[in-house]
């Protein structure tokens, strides 16, 4: 008798962590700040016009909330709109002031700040693009 209410209360323990574990997957989805549609809030041709960074900005989650600044280098005939996640070289929560700028066609600068954020930052810093081509220089401004 005792085998059997413990085969069934594991049976029910492991459905119940099946369950949560699905929800957790599925919610994780919903939020993740790489699922969402981005802002494009500037676009900076290199100066041979062979790329373009583009600094994009997105908010989501609810009451909680999130918020990240996000740059890409991508072709110039990429579509600005449908921005693949392969192109990102830089992310970081919003509230960091971020400056993009080309030093030379395969040189771009990141200034960036995390001052003042309460409650820690996340960073992403890519120190090429996708193609290994250009290579991206970062400025953490103080």
């Known amino acids: 008798m005792k085998r059997i209410l413990l085969l069934m209360f594991a049976a029910i323990g492991l459905v119940v962590v099946i369950i949560f574990s699905g929800a957790y997957f599925v919610f994780s989805l919903m939020v993740h700040p790489e699922s969402t549609e981005f802002n494009a809030e500037g676009i900076f041709q290199s100066p041979n016009k062979e790329y373009k960074a583009i600094l994009y900005t997105g908010m989501g989650g609810g009451a909680?909330?999130?918020?990240?600044?996000?740059?890409?280098?991508?072709?110039?005939?990429a579509n600005s709109d449908d921005?693949?996640?392969k192109y990102k070289v830089?992310?970081?929560n919003c509230g960091s002031y971020t400056d993009v700028r080309w030093i030379?066609?395969?040189?771009?600068q990141i200034k960036f700040s995390i001052k003042g954020r309460?409650?820690?930052?996340?960073?992403?810093?890519?120190?090429?693009?996708?193609?290994?081509?250009?290579?991206?220089?970062?400025?953490?401004?103080?």
């Open 90 to 92: 830089f992310s970081a």
């Open 118 to 142: 309460s409650g820690g930052s996340s960073l992403y810093l890519n120190g090429s693009d996708y193609t290994g081509k250009v290579k991206i220089e970062y400025d953490i401004i103080k």
């Open 104 to 108: 030379n066609e395969s040189l771009l």
């Open 64 to 77: 909680a909330g999130w918020c990240n600044e996000v740059v890409t280098i991508q072709p110039m005939q």
């Open 83 to 85: 921005a693949t996640w």
